[in-house]
């Protein structure tokens, strides 16, 4: 279903933006295209015209500062709302062609990681990752279920809260636990929505070695939205810098840092300060 593209998108982006040097290696599929996507709220233009491209395999930081529309371009990767103009092709399906129940289908082979977890505080951790089972695989079974999510739990290393509530769960915890329930439906592609917010710097960091984890055991292809730049340096194979709406710079982390440009010297300064 995926297209094998080369470096078209990231020429094309490139064209717009006067992105940095980065060229993906030759005869990557792109398993997410996205193409001068553009969406505003009213007269507040969220995304100007953003095009880009996620390969497979790869961890795509998407770096920003508060209110750049991060979150907005997640929704729109998603259908949970639909860009004003300009295309989103998810694992070869345009969005905005899918009747509901192709975009259901559609979902379940793209796991979302919440800023909040988005447990479900009346639910032990096994109800909870039970629960996409049988809501999308409509699997009952109890002899089905426990596996699986014993097996989910065992890759975010937390086999033991099986029968905790998410009360009882520190911050670090719960966002493992919503990492887990994600991954239950063995996604192809993974969504991340600031996923160290809110984190102290060694939670942050059990959580970013988590994200590669789970690419290596999992083979997924990653988005990883964040203005935490330490985890951008953990996570990402590219950077995209979002800023107005628009892909402003893009690289790895290591050609980024040099760039001489104010604004991103800032973020990448800070780094060096902190770490
Ligand atoms: N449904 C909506 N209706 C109106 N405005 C919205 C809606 N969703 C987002 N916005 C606005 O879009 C802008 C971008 O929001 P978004 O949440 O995408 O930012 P962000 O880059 O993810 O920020 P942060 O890093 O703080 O999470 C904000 O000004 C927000 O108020």
Do not use: W
């Amino acid at each position: 279903m995926t297209r094998v593209v080369k470096d078209v998108a990231v020429k094309d982006q490139r064209k717009h933006t006067g992105a940095s040097a980065f060229l993906p290696p030759d005869d990557l599929k792109c398993v997410l295209h996205i193409e001068h996507l553009r969406k505003a709220f009213e007269e507040r233009v969220v995304l100007q015209d953003v095009t880009l491209c996620l390969f497979q395999g790869e961890n795509l930081v998407i770096l920003g500062r508060s209110g750049t529309g991060k979150s907005v371009l997640l929704k729109c990767i998603i259908g949970l709302i639909m860009p004003d103009e300009g295309t989103v092709e998810v694992l070869g399906r345009r969005i905005d062609t899918l009747s509901s129940r192709e975009l259901m289908e559609l979902r379940r082979r793209v796991g979302f990681s919440f800023q909040g977890s988005a447990l479900y505080d009346s639910m032990t951790v096994r109800e909870n990752l039970e629960f996409p089972l049988r809501r999308n695989l409509g699997i009952d079974d109890p002899r089905e279920l426990k596996p699986r999510v014993e097996e989910a739990l065992e890759a975010v290393g937390l086999s033991h809260a099986i029968d905790q509530q998410p009360s009882e769960l520190s911050g670090g915890m719960r966002k493992r636990i919503g990492i887990a329930r994600t991954l239950i439906l063995r996604p192809e592609i993974m969504l991340y929505d600031e996923p160290t917010a809110g984190l102290d710097p060694e939670t942050s960091t059990d959580i970013n070695d988590l994200i590669n984890e789970v690419r290596k055991v999992y083979h997924t292809s990653s988005i990883i939205i964040t203005h935490d730049i330490a985890c951008a340096k953990t996570t990402a194979d590219r950077i995209i810098f979002l800023k107005d709406g628009l892909c402003y710079n893009e690289g790895s982390f290591a050609q980024m840092s040099r760039e001489d440009d104010p604004l991103l010297q800032t973020f990448f300064n800070y780094f060096k300060v902190s770490s």
